[in-house]
């Protein structure tokens, strides 16, 4: 089957913003202009196309990343004549507790539209959406959207991006007009003016440039041209000279420098009108291809060797499953970005991680929850496979002659866990096919047990994200379940280094078990993990008792050793020890090492740690005391206090313990006016009188347990 579009005329991008923003209408409004849709759905009466699950619809919110594909040839603005392009769209959630879904989206994409609501500009999870994409190298635009509403104003939250995010955000058009006045823009690069009669209109009507604002856009001109010919030498030396750039040349400028990742154009408009045919002309001028973002770097999983694959239908297929999700209709899909090579539908592919083969049954476009059937995928393509077996988050899909493994996507470890057990003995094994398949869905969803009170343990990102999962056993799993309040998810660590050493013997008839080690233990940086050293020499302890003692250290680290919790960052080394020729046995070691480091961690400082939030609360003037006053009794630290479109915005750093059912609480003190935001930042010691309590009610919890 020939390939329908170039690769040069493929654009992958996301919609990224905070909360609320206008990324889902936004996304509705470009698959409206494009002819996907006939009218566009109205998010607050769940009629969007990628806000599709039940409970989005329910709460206005995205929930999950939802991955629709369409068509655009540009219109006003043309770099490459009357080209048609193909655009795959990722809309991911504002939400914090779904952080997971942009993180994995990003990690696949080309270029992103960040979205900003232009009443409060740049938003506590606007600055993380933003971290995120620079760690991804995702080169992107700004859209200040709802700027013709009350309130909505572009150019201060032009400035909020400027303070808060970069300097090197330049408008490429200027509104005409204010909030509810707004008829059109004026292009600075085409010095035109495009209006409307209504935002809805299907064509501007072209123009030149009022006369009220030819200084304005001569100013804003002048600094656009100043900046991008930064990128571009040729072009600095004829704008250096007093020479008139062309159309052409601005044009090609902006891509450039717009593609170097340091540069970002910025429109602003109504998501829901025609202001999004000049977005969708930018898109295609100057956002990259995958040709343009060059090759991807992976690693030969037998050999270590780095490999290149560059983006080509010609390369050896290589492609990264970026998602696991499960379709009510056609089971379980892994969602797939193709980096070089072409896939057929019936064929094979091997798994980079696992080495096992996988067969190719259907590959479908997705349009949300809709699929269209196609046979065959080329470079730069995003789809998704229907059916896999093997393949989860992360894995790499590649041609069976020619291994591969891409670099991995990290997510972040849970914050936040509950107790939960089915209400009735149908209900248990639906549960756990539940719990498997929701894990495999979202890697910051974890499942374990307590084998202390014998429960299911569920841990996530925060209140929301467990309470929508539940939800989703529920609805989608048919799951009748019983759950505990929300937990902190501690860790313990210690301060200083320290040394033990554990003999362990036991004679019982026959055979005994012998098992000698000495053990030193170092704290590592946060988030360093888990590191073991074998200092062994002269063979006072053989090779095959080693990784046992591995073994016994992590299964020890798991369960802590002042309070139960998992016992994180630190280096172990075995440094000596010895062994008997009869008794010795790979679990003599594995307990006795188990056992050591409880003795070398307790000589070591230990402590428990608790994850602290970055809370960012918005309220009016008149709340700001009683805001702060609660803040404090929480044992917050706040970090600072600003003005943002005549309201007090406040960030603290907060352990999460004090922070259950805080939206709720915030509300009622600030007659609903007030609203926050919380995400995790870092883990931090317990001060010692807390430690205290929660150390004596663990033990309190296992003598009740009679343990």
């Known amino acids: 089957m020939p390939r329908e579009y170039p690769i040069e005329a493929t654009r992958n991008i996301g919609i990224i913003a905070h909360i609320d923003a206008g990324k889902t209408t936004t996304t509705e409004g470009i698959l409206y202009n494009t002819g996907m849709i006939h009218k566009i759905g109205a998010v607050h009466e769940g009629e969007t196309v990628t806000d599709w699950m039940e409970q989005e619809r329910e709460r206005g919110i995205t929930i999950t990343s939802a991955a629709v594909t369409c068509y655009w040839k540009p219109q006003y603005i043309k770099i490459e004549g009357d080209k048609e392009y193909k655009i795959n769209i990722i809309d991911t959630p504002g939400h914090v507790d779904f952080t997971v879904e942009v993180e994995r989206s990003l990690r696949?994409?080309?270029?992103?539209?960040?979205?900003?609501?232009?009443?409060?500009?740049?938003?506590?999870?606007?600055?993380t959406v933003w971290r995120q994409a620079d760690k991804y190298g995702v080169p992107r635009m700004c859209f200040i959207n709802k700027i013709n509403q009350t309130g909505g104003d572009f150019y201060k939250s032009l400035d909020s991006i400027h303070n808060r995010l970069t300097k090197n955000a330049f408008p490429v058009q200027l509104p005409i007009g204010f909030e509810k006045d707004i008829v059109g823009v004026v292009d600075l690069v085409t010095m035109k003016s495009y209006t409307y009669k209504d935002f809805t209109d299907k064509e501007f009507t072209i123009g030149e440039v009022p006369a009220d604002m030819k200084e304005k856009a001569e100013k804003y001109r002048h600094e656009l041209i100043e900046k991008i010919v930064e990128f571009d030498?040729?072009?600095?030396?004829?704008?250096?000279?007093?020479?008139?750039?062309?159309?052409?040349?601005?044009?090609q400028a902006i891509r450039k420098a717009t593609r170097s990742g340091d540069f970002y154009p910025v429109f602003g408009g109504d998501g829901r009108g025609i202001i999004v045919r000049t977005l969708l002309d930018a898109v295609t001028n100057f956002l990259p291809s995958p040709l343009?973002?060059?090759?991807?770097?992976?690693?030969?999983?037998?050999?270590?060797?780095?490999?290149?694959?560059?983006?080509?239908?010609?390369?050896?297929?290589?492609?990264?499953?970026?998602?696991?999700?499960?379709?009510?209709?056609?089971?379980?899909?892994?969602?797939?970005?193709?980096?070089?090579?072409t896939l057929t539908a019936g064929s094979y592919v091997l798994n980079g991680r696992t080495g096992n083969r996988e067969r190719v049954g259907r590959i479908v476009r997705m349009r949300a929850d809709q699929r269209d059937e196609v046979k065959e995928v080329f470079a730069g393509d995003i789809c998704a496979l229907v059916g896999p077996k093997d393949t989860i988050t992360a894995d790499t899909l590649c041609a069976e002659n020619s291994p591969i493994e891409l670099e991995k996507i990290k997510f972040a470890d849970p914050v936040i866990s509950m107790a939960i057990e089915p209400k009735t003995k149908a209900d248990q094994e639906k549960m756990g096919i539940a719990m498997q398949k929701l894990a495999e869905e979202d890697p910051t969803f974890k499942v374990s047990s307590n084998d202390e009170t014998q429960q299911t343990i569920i841990a996530g990102m925060g209140e929301l994200h467990l309470e929508i999962l539940v939800d989703r056993m529920k609805r989608e799993f048919k799951v009748e379940a019983n759950v505990g309040k929300p937990e902190v998810?501690?860790?313990?660590?210690?301060?200083?280094?320290?040394?033990?050493?554990?003999?362990?013997?036991?004679?019982?008839?026959?055979?005994?078990?012998?098992?000698?080690?000495?053990?030193?233990?170092?704290?590592?940086?946060?988030?360093?993990?888990?590191?073991?050293?074998d200092e062994i020499v002269g063979g006072v302890i053989p090779k095959e008792y080693i990784k046992p003692i591995d073994k016994g250290i992590q299964e020890s680290a798991a369960n802590g050793v002042i309070a139960g919790y998992p016992l994180v960052d630190f280096r172990a080394a075995v440094y000596d020890g010895s062994y008997h020729e009869v008794d010795s046995s790979e679990m003599a070691?594995?307990?006795?090492?188990?056992?050591?480091?409880?003795?070398?961690?307790?000589?070591?400082?230990?402590?428990?740690?608790?994850?602290?939030?970055?809370?960012?609360?918005?309220?009016?003037?008149a709340n700001m005391g009683d805001v702060i006053g609660d803040l404090n009794s929480k044992r917050a630290k706040v970090q600072d206090m600003e003005d943002i479109t005549g309201r007090k915005v406040v960030t603290a750093f907060v352990p999460l313990a004090e922070m259950f059912g805080y939206a709720t609480q915030l509300r009622s003190m600030t007659q609903g006016q007030a609203s926050s935001i919380m995400e995790f930042d870092h883990y931090e010691e317990v001060p010692k009188n807390v430690a205290a309590n929660i150390i004596e009610s663990r033990a309190g919890m296992n003598v009740r347990k009679g343990q």
């Open 589 to 621: 070691f594995k307990i006795a090492a188990s056992k050591c480091l409880q003795e070398a961690v307790k000589k070591g400082d230990p402590v428990l740690l608790e994850p602290v939030m970055k809370v960012v609360v918005t309220t009016p003037e």
């Open 233 to 251: 030498d040729e072009l600095m030396e004829k704008y250096l000279e007093g020479k008139e750039l062309s159309e052409e040349e601005i044009l």
């Open 489 to 533: 998810a501690y860790k313990e660590s210690f301060k200083k280094t320290a040394t033990a050493e554990v003999k362990y013997i036991r004679q019982s008839g026959g055979r005994g078990q012998y098992g000698h080690v000495y053990l030193r233990v170092e704290p590592l940086e946060q988030g360093k993990g888990y590191e073991f050293v």
């Open 108 to 127: 696949v994409l080309d270029g992103a539209i960040t979205v900003f609501d232009g009443k409060m500009g740049v938003e506590p999870q606007s600055e």
């Open 292 to 341: 343009d973002k060059g090759p991807v770097k992976g690693h030969n999983p037998k050999t270590g060797e780095e490999l290149l694959r560059n983006p080509s239908d010609d390369e050896p297929f290589t492609a990264l499953a970026f998602k696991i999700a499960t379709d009510p209709f056609v089971g379980r899909l892994a969602f797939f970005r193709v980096y070089s090579g």
